[in-house]
């Protein structure tokens, strides 16, 4: 039982890797800060910086829209993770 435990742990952190890093790619790739990202999203620098660093493991929806417009990121590409997590 704790191998279907452990895979489904490892499942977990690989869906929470993926929204990371969705948003952090698409925020270097324009070069941006996350204070630049914050200004431009609305959402707080010190919540982005705990998406990016794993530790707001449930950022709200309205958050990751912010994100997601700001970052011209379809919302669906992040929900889809998002999803994944909950």
């Known amino acids: 039982m704790s191998s279907n435990s452990n895979f489904f742990v490892g499942t977990k952190i690989k ?6 890093l969705k948003i ?6 324009k070069g941006w800060s996350q204070l630049e990202l914050a200004e431009k999203s609305g ?3 010190p919540t982005l910086s705990g998406i990016e ?8 929806y309205e958050n990751i829209k912010k994100i997601a417009i700001a970052l011209e990121i379809d919302i669906k590409e992040l929900d889809e993770d998002f999803i994944s997590l909950g």
């Open 43 to 45: 959402v707080p620098q």
């Open 15 to 20: 869906e929470e890797e993926s929204f990371i």
């Open 24 to 29: 952090r790619e698409q925020r270097e790739k």
């Open 53 to 60: 660093r794993g530790e707001r493991k449930y950022p709200t």
